[in-house]
């Protein structure tokens, strides 16, 4: 994953010398090559959840985020998912803001609790949980909650980073927790690509994140779609018919999906 390309002799020497396409290309191939059936059992688990009335519950901390935000409130996306998020607990709970700007806040010992009581989960809900290296408390918490109040539950991790670094919450990874991983291909710390000794960019988490979180949501519509069942789908709200179409979609699932801020 971290193959030079050859330079150009006649073209520029920094874009002949980019690395991250060729990462991206092959971390999208190993996706699509080894994580078809987990996304697609994650996707039978979701609509499993629909039709007991239940919606799809995302959480995740730090750049994990990007993938949860691809996950809900998004044009071509699904009405039914809502972001529970750190932020929660400042919109929500009256939590002073300076506390969450702390970047190692997520390791917080019950932080995760505090978010899962703020949203009142229905018990039908499925999780889905995005951690690339899946051993920060709250994440970990927020599995373990899930996991004994029996919500079905995705992660979305890095096997490679969760494996090669010791745990911090309760001797347990959240690969440990979840009924089924998907792994988004990312090595141990994410960067791909060593510049110079001491010196390593190219993350991909994001990247493969976002993919797996668009293949789950296609996985999701075409089982809707192939049941005969409603598929509340989300139009860009710059479009003409955006807020006509969205209103009733969004209106149906008010009460347990919190709206994502502009």
Known sequence: MTEKLEPDPGGDPVQAS???????RDAIEQVLST???PIETAARMIVDAYGQDGILQVFGTGHSRAVCLELSGRAGGLASVSMLAVKDLVMFGGTDPAQILDPTYEREPGLAR???????????DAFLIVSNSGINASVVEMAELARDRGHPL???TSLRHT???DVRAGGRRLSELADVIIDNGAPAGDATIDLRPGVRIGAISSLTGVLIAQLLTE???????ASGAPVPV?????LPVGDSHNEPVVARFAERVRPIEP
């Open 18 to 24: 980019l690395q991250y396409p060729a990462v991206a």
């Open 35 to 37: 994580q078809l059936d």
């Open 114 to 124: 505090r978010i899962y009581d703020l949203a009142r989960p229905s018990p039908r």
């Open 154 to 156: 995705i992660a979305i």
């Open 163 to 165: 494996s090669s670094v």
């Open 219 to 225: 996985s999701v519509c075409r089982l809707l779609a």
């Open 234 to 238: 989300l139009v860009s709200a710059n």
